[in-house]
């Protein structure tokens, strides 16, 4: 069965440096991936998504992430964080049993600090 | 707009009581799915839906019923059976062409036991 890690629970960032969020999956043939954003007490919105082609996707609010394969990981980056950027971050790889169902990583919450 | 309405925002529930989370959708999408949220565990699937009057159980099903009679509509059912319902609910929907749309959210509905 495909499963996400996300090892990092909290990140601290200072606002206007730059932030990596690492997300390794297991998946046992190309993977189709996504990074959704949560705000406290919301529901989850999709800042990319990655389904073959380029490995380097952009997404929205200035965020992109690169696929690599040989490091089964698809890492979200953004050169620059603003303090509306601290969330809880959520990458996932959508199922292989034929339904279109998503298993999560247990999320990544983002501090920017002043 | 279109989009996902969960309500209510707050719900609380009594020692052996049933409660019924609400989730209407105005995507015209066919999938629908219930996911729990606990602080550290990202979101975990409980059940979802591909067709109307068609449900399969997620990974925590245990505890939880669902019905599918309508294409917007996909209501929860926390029931008695579930010991631990204290989380954040989140219904989610998309379409099913290419099976590989993302999925959109509603805001959630956050159960607590009296």
């Known amino acids: 069965a495909q499963s996400v890690t996300q090892p990092d629970i909290h990140i601290t960032v200072s606002e206007g440096a730059s932030l990596e969020l690492r997300c390794n999956y297991s998946?046992?043939?190309?993977?189709?991936l996504f990074w959704y954003v949560q705000s406290p007490g919301q529901g989850l919105q999709l800042l990319l998504k990655?389904?073959?082609?380029?490995?380097l996707v952009q997404g929205i609010k200035g965020f992109e992430a690169e696929f690599k394969r040989s490091q089964s990981s698809f890492n979200l980056r953004k050169p620059s964080v603003h303090w509306s950027d601290a969330a809880g971050y959520f990458c996932?790889?959508?199922?292989?049993?034929?339904?279109?169902?998503?298993?999560f990583g247990k999320g990544t919450m983002l501090l920017v600090s002043p | 707009d279109g989009g996902i309405t969960q309500s209510p925002k707050y719900l609380f529930r009594k020692e052996g009581q049933n409660v019924t989370l609400s989730c209407e959708q105005n995507l015209n999408h066919d999938a629908m799915y219930w996911y729990r949220q606990d602080p550290g565990q990202g979101l975990r699937l409980i059940y979802y839906s591909q067709i109307v009057n068609d449900f399969q159980k997620g990974d925590i099903a245990e505890g939880y019923s669902v019905s599918r009679e309508k294409k917007e509509s996909f209501p929860l059912t926390v029931t008695s059976a579930q010991k631990n319902p204290t989380a954040f609910y989140l219904c989610?929907?998309?379409?099913?062409?290419?099976?590989?749309?993302?999925?959109?959210f509603g805001d959630g509905t956050r159960l607590s036991i009296l």
């Open positions: 998946y046992g043939a190309t993977p189709y």
């Open positions: 996932a790889v959508l199922s292989n049993s034929g339904y279109s169902t998503l298993t």
């Open positions: 990655y389904f073959s082609g380029d490995t």
């Open positions: 989610a929907s998309s379409p099913l062409t290419g099976g590989t749309q993302p999925q959109h």
